[in-house]
């Protein structure tokens, strides 16, 4: 772990570092604030999007006037000195052939930090500190003064503290030497919002991982979403700190390996298939109950087209299709579909009366008294919807002769209300074809009053 911050946050780093008591820490904050709260005036402005190098030579022109207050990276910096200078200088990027591109943003502060304007009192902040008792580190430490890793005197005198106040912050320099010969570093950054990311990632490349600790009203969010990520990341985390107070009973982990290799299919085809006459599915071994389904095959290559978030999934369709088709493949002797059987639940014993002209039908339907107590269990029971598809041969036996025709999909369903013990249902095509037939179906009660359609 590494410690470097600006300005301000330069104390806090010496002091979590252990290089600095938390009494010292607290006695250049004091001696620094409210000596620094004697000067007012001047202006600061940050400047992004332009090589230092082309800052740096807009200055002289400002001798004496302006500073180059921070080397934030090197498409950034900060200016300090007089607000009429400050302005002229913002006024004259704002309005060049680059503006466009160029992030300008004069801060709220009182006072131009990090420049001449600094001078009249760094006389008393090196007397008022004086000499701090030095400790030894906990981890390592980087100055923003020099930009390098903490050296003999750094951090523990009043001569430093009035350099930090007055010099260039070095956070560009100093980011590059807490990373040098480093790999996968992370940075968590500790302040009120998110503030450094951008130069950090300017600095060192845009993989870098830089992590807020607080966001504006998302303190708590913010502080657990850091450490999950930071974990993610292979930081190592005290989990007992973390969750002290918070106890709970461990549950059992899995105990198996997961199997974590690329798949284009869920289900694999099974060794020692029969031959079959279905495009995926197969009789397995000797059992003539057991089969397996083969996805890789060319045969089933639409099922990858149907995804959920890019991912194939198998459709509930296709697993009808396989149930039906098992069935038809075991079923001894084989069932041919046209003889479909209804037990007496399903069959509804009232006459159905046909209509040639415009190919319509309709009879009465009871239901069962066996059924009657359940009726409202459903939204509409099978059993009755299945009444009104019996209806469907009726209107279709002169254009599927000799051959057998079954439903195939209900194109849209409305129940208006519960359905009652005596009903009739009504259906008439609407589309005939060689091979298909639409109809509209409807049950009503003698009123005419409909319940479904």
């Known amino acids: 772990m590494q410690y470097l911050d600006t300005r301000f946050g330069e104390v806090a780093a010496a002091h979590c570092s252990g290089l600095l008591s938390l009494e010292d820490a607290v006695k250049v904050i004091y001696f620094r604030s409210t000596l620094q709260n004697r000067v007012t005036g001047g202006k600061m402005l940050v400047i992004s999007n332009m090589a230092i190098s082309e800052v740096t030579a807009l200055l002289p022109c400002y001798s004496g006037k302006v500073c180059l207050a921070a080397f934030n990276s090197l498409q950034s910096c900060t200016l300090s000195g007089d607000a009429d200078a400050i302005e002229s200088i913002h006024k004259e990027l704002s309005t060049s052939a680059n503006s466009q591109n160029l992030f300008?943003?004069?801060?709220?502060?009182?006072?131009?930090?990090?420049?001449?304007?600094m001078?009249?009192?760094?006389?008393?902040?090196?007397e008022t500190i004086g000499s701090l008792k030095v400790n030894d580190l906990d981890t390592e430490l980087f100055s923003t003064v020099t930009g390098k890793e903490v050296e003999h005197g750094d951090f523990c005198t009043g001569e430093y503290w009035a350099r930090n106040i007055r010099e260039p912050?070095?956070?560009?320099?100093?980011?590059?030497?807490?990373?040098k010969g480093k790999k996968n570093v992370v940075f968590v950054e500790i302040g009120p919002r998110?503030?450094?990311?951008?130069?950090?990632?300017?600095?060192l490349g845009n993989d870098t991982s830089v992590l807020a600790s607080v966001q504006p009203e998302k303190d708590h969010e913010t502080l657990l979403s850091v450490v999950s990520n930071l974990f993610?990341?292979?930081?190592?985390?005290?989990?007992?700190t973390f969750y002290r107070g918070y106890e709970t009973m461990p549950l059992p982990i899995p105990k198996?390996?997961?199997?974590?290799?690329?798949?284009?299919?869920?289900?694999?085809?099974?060794q020692k298939n029969t031959v079959s006459n279905h495009p995926v599915l197969f009789q397995t071994g000797s059992e003539s109950n057991i089969f397996s389904c083969d996805l890789i095959s060319d045969s089933s290559f639409y099922l990858k087209e149907h995804k959920h978030n890019n991912i194939p999934i198998i459709p509930g369709a296709f697993y009808a299709e396989l149930g039906l088709a098992a069935f038809m493949a075991s079923a001894k002797p084989k069932v041919p579909l046209c003889s479909l059987q209804y037990g007496d639940i399903f069959k509804n014993k009232w006459?159905?009366?046909y209509g040639e002209d415009l190919k319509e039908a309709f009879a009465n339907v009871t239901v069962p008294e066996e059924l009657r107590s359940q009726l409202h269990d459903y939204y509409i029971h099978p059993v009755v919807l299945d009444f009104l598809m019996q209806l469907l041969p009726v209107t279709v036996e002169h254009i599927f002769t000799g051959r057998p025709g079954f439903p195939a999909k209900i194109g849209s369903l409305t129940v208006f209300e519960p359905l009652q013990d005596e009903m009739v249902v009504y259906l008439r095509a609407i589309d005939e074809g060689k091979d298909h037939l639409r109809s509209v179906a409807a049950l009503q009660i003698n009123k005419g009053k409909c319940w479904l359609r």
């Open 119 to 126: 001078d009249p009192i760094l006389q008393e902040i090196e």
């Open 351 to 353: 006459d159905v009366h």
């Open 169 to 179: 912050v070095a956070f560009e320099q100093a980011v590059n030497s807490a990373t």
């Open 232 to 240: 993610e990341l292979g930081v190592q985390v005290n989990w007992d």
């Open 194 to 203: 998110r503030a450094l990311q951008r130069n950090i990632m300017e600095s």
């Open 256 to 270: 198996y390996q997961f199997d974590c290799s690329d798949r284009d299919v869920i289900i694999g085809a099974a």
């Open 104 to 117: 300008l943003r004069v801060l709220d502060v009182p006072a131009a930090y990090h420049s001449h304007m």
